[in-house]
């Protein structure tokens, strides 16, 4: 599975920005897609989830209510939708497809396939 991101960029405090990751390949192994961003000098973090054949989905509770994670399966796509961003938002974003079951969302190390990253600069 190969997955593009795109959709990052330079935005003030307070806006938007949508995020999307398109899959090809072996796509009907995939069972949950996940965002993470990773700011300078911290860990890897999980922001949201979805299931690739259910409507389930989860966030982290520091973007819950601001972001929202959909999907595309006719396109293998899935969006990361950024509203009122803040300046501590601001982290390369990867999209990630993970083969286990969608308990294991929030863990990135379940997660067999990663996207390149997206910068995501928020300014205040």
């Known amino acids: 599975v190969q997955l593009q991101a795109s959709g990052g960029g330079l935005v003030q405090a307070g806006g938007s920005l949508r995020l999307s990751c398109a899959a090809s390949?072996?796509?009907?192994?995939?069972?949950?897609m996940g965002w993470f961003r990773q700011a300078p000098g911290k860990e890897r973090e999980f922001v949201a989830g979805i299931s690739w054949n259910t409507v389930n989905n989860v966030y982290a509770d520091s973007v819950r209510g601001r972001f929202a994670i959909s999907k595309d399966n006719a396109k293998n796509t899935v969006f990361l939708q950024m509203n009122s961003l803040k300046p501590e938002d601001t982290a390369v974003y990867y999209c990630?497809?993970?083969?286990?079951?969608?308990?294991?969302?929030?863990?990135?190390?379940?997660?067999?396939?990663w996207g390149q990253g997206t910068l995501v600069t928020v300014s205040s």
């Open positions: 390949g072996r796509t009907f192994s995939v069972n949950a």
């Open positions: 990630a497809a993970n083969q286990r079951d969608y308990r294991y969302v929030k863990v990135a190390s379940t997660y067999h396939y």
